[in-house]
């Protein structure tokens, strides 16, 4: 068994979604996982904001807008006006949950879940109705059933063993030798919808890999491979022939957009080799990440933006000291709030994290707890893997960096957001 992924932008619309059919080619034993089409998820976040909001004007716009972008793929993949009954369904039953649903804020993120997965039960409809309309018979897969999660919604981690089973039932005695699946989605044990993170569909694919005992996993990709910086932000990038695990979570972790954090793990569990390749040209070798690899030879930055510094203070001026941080770190696992970077001194620990919705609950909280807490916004972190002196002078330096940490090969910057 092989596991392919599809992330959004490579089936953004219907050229994408026919050369999706071109690398399956007459590949068997395939399980397909795929994420939403194009920016179908943000679309969806609209949705959930408009529940959260009571806007029912701003949920039945995003909706609409929906509706019409699918339809055109749809009718653009049959030669002409087209309806799937099944996305029909989805649709209708959407609509239903935006339009009916009575939002408490403590279920913020069970709505969020629940809204959010309609994109990947639309495309993987869409996909796997067109595949076989092409010619490729393939089995249609509800992840809600086989992918279980912890209880815990928005950012829920597979439960590997009970996934397993689930998954290996669900394929027992089944024809087909294709399967296409979403990313990105599971089931809470008590049947509620849960997601795995944004840009979860890799740790889907991994899982589905490792519990397949695949002998590879690809994800196609519109780019040629995984690039040692973002070419938007850093001039002079290029391209990694061949990553190891250990750096690859690293790099993850820092920010870098090659592949969600938590899909090594189920992989190199395995020994399963991870291939990053191009959408357009199935020729070209891309990346491939395994055990094995050598530690890359060029330097490696990463931009993680949208981060926000917190400065924490004990207000009876005690130190913030271990049992201090026990405390704050617990806080801000309840309200979900990551730390990139840690960094203390006497008096202060300074946090540099991601600017999520909490942010405002969490502070008041460690206000109640007696900290004082300074917040700075507009932040962002810079992480240089191997680092140069010309790297380190052109970026470690300058008034808008507040905090810099150095090891001997990784330097991490929290600066000031670049305003060009
Ligand atoms: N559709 C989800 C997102 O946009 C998951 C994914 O693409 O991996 O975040
Ligand atoms: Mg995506």
């Not at 999706?20 to 068997?28: N, Q, S, V």
């Not at 973002?230 to 790099?251: G, H, M, R, S, W």
């Not at 002078?393 to 330097?411: C, D, K, L, N």
Request: proline fraction near 3%; charged fraction near 25%.
């Amino acid at each position: 068994m092989k596991v392919y992924k599809f992330g959004g932008a490579s089936v953004r619309n219907a050229d994408g979604v026919r050369n999706l059919h071109k690398i399956i080619g007459d590949e068997r034993n395939l399980f397909v996982i795929v994420s939403a089409m194009g920016k179908t998820t943000n679309a969806l976040e609209r949705v959930f904001e408009g529940v959260q909001k009571g806007d029912r004007t701003l949920c039945a716009e995003q909706i609409a807008a929906l509706r019409e972008y699918h339809a055109a793929i749809v009718d653009d993949l049959w030669h002409g006006p087209t309806r799937l009954e099944r996305v029909e369904e989805l649709f209708g039953e959407l609509e239903r949950i935006a339009s009916e649903t009575v939002y408490r804020p403590e279920d913020a993120e069970l709505w969020y879940d629940t809204i959010v997965a309609f994109g990947e039960l639309i495309s993987t409809t869409i996909i796997s109705e067109y595949l076989r309309f092409a010619g490729t018979e393939n089995g249609w897969i509800d992840m809600r059933r086989c992918i279980l999660t912890e209880q815990r919604h928005k950012d829920a981690a597979v439960d590997l063993e009970a996934s397993a089973r689930r998954l290996r039932d669900e394929l027992a005695g089944r024809p087909e030798t294709v399967f296409v699946g979403q990313g990105f989605i599971g089931g809470a044990p008590d049947g509620t919808t849960t997601t795995l993170g944004r840009e979860g569909s890799d740790y889907s694919a991994a899982v589905v890999a490792n519990i397949l005992d695949a002998e590879s996993m690809s994800v196609w990709k519109d780019v040629d491979g995984v690039l040692n910086a973002d070419p938007k932000i850093f001039p002079d990038a290029v391209q990694i022939a061949e990553l190891n695990y250990l750096d690859t979570i690293e790099l993850a972790y820092s920010g870098a957009q090659i592949i969600h954090p938590r899909t090594i793990k189920p992989l190199q569990n395995k020994n399963i080799p991870l291939y990053v390749r191009p959408f357009g040209d199935k020729r070209k070798p891309g990346t491939v990440i395994r055990g094995m690899s050598a530690p890359v030879d060029v330097p490696i930055l990463i931009l993680k933006k949208d981060q926000m510094l917190l400065t924490i203070r004990s207000r009876d001026f005690s130190f913030v000291l271990e049992e201090k941080f026990a405390s704050i770190f617990s806080l801000l696992e309840r309200f979900r709030i990551k730390a990139n970077l840690i960094h203390n001194s006497a008096v202060n620990l300074s946090l540099c994290v991601d600017n999520t919705w909490h942010m405002d609950e969490a502070v008041e909280a460690l206000r109640e707890a007696g900290f004082d807490v300074m917040k700075t916004s507009d932040m962002e972190l810079l992480t240089i893997r191997g680092y140069t002196d010309e790297l380190w002078r052109r970026y470690a330096r300058g008034p808008q960096v507040f905090i810099r940490q150095a090891t001997q090969a990784t330097v991490r910057v929290v600066r000031k957001r670049n305003r060009n």
